[in-house]
């Protein structure tokens, strides 16, 4: 199941949504596997259909090309 269309046309960038109402836009990107804000390149991973929009994690990825973006994985790491 990918993220549904009327979630993504309303996520906006945690780090930009407060600059106004048209910031912090999302594209999807990777085959639906990560969201990267138009405004500030920070990238947020989709991790079993869930974005995971903290601004920490978008700040780890803002300097990688989206090319080069891993797989998300899960959303809880397995154990062991």
């Known amino acids: 199941m990918a993220v549904d269309q009327e979630l993504l046309e309303i996520l906006r960038c945690p780090a930009c949504v407060r600059d106004g109402p048209d910031a912090g836009m999302l594209d999807l990107v990777r085959d639906g596997t990560w969201l990267v804000c138009r405004d500030?390149?920070?990238?947020?991973?989709?991790r079993e259909d869930?974005?995971?929009m903290l601004i920490e994690e978008g700040d780890k990825w803002r300097g990688t090309p989206v090319d080069s973006l891993p797989d998300p994985g899960p959303l809880v790491p397995e154990e062991g």
Do not use: A, E, M
């Open 50 to 52: 869930i974005p995971v």
């Open 40 to 46: 500030c390149d920070r990238k947020y991973p989709i």
